[in-house]
């Protein structure tokens, strides 16, 4: 029983809930930025290409033989990830941007300057005393 309580111990730690819900928004996310590099930022590029469709574009290795299929190498596709990839990264680098900025916002507040000692409230009385005589 001891193994269970320490894996609940583990799992209930505020670090790993909040990774479970990045990794799912981080899930979904993937999912709209495919949807738009397939749907909305490839089709344009491909007809500026002069209508090529990327994930049509393949190189055939071996031609189909009988009822076996061709074998091809789908570089479109790989392309689309490609492009998945980099928009993903850009967006994942402006969100660490954003919040390194505001930690070094919090961080660059300045402090109050600390309380000057006993010593030297006394000794600035004194010097103080010793000017206005």
Request: charged share 20%; glycine share 8%; hydrophobic share 50%.
């Amino acid at each position: 029983m001891g193994m269970m309580s320490e894996f609940k111990d583990f799992a209930m730690r505020g670090n790993v809930v909040d990774m479970a819900v990045g990794i799912v928004i981080g899930g979904a996310f993937g999912k709209i930025v495919s949807s738009f590099v397939s749907d909305v930022l490839m089709p344009p590029l491909g007809l500026l290409m002069g209508g090529v469709d990327f994930k049509d574009l393949a190189v055939v290795l071996k031609q189909e033989v009988g009822e076996l299929p061709a074998v091809t190498l789908n570089y479109g596709s790989f392309i689309q990830s490609v492009v998945d990839f980099l928009i993903i990264a850009f967006a994942i680098f402006m969100v660490i941007k954003a919040m390194n900025n505001l930690k070094k916002k919090e961080e660059a507040a300045p402090e109050a300057p600390p309380k000057p000692s006993e010593e030297v409230v006394l000794l600035t009385e004194i010097r103080d005393a010793l000017k206005n005589k």
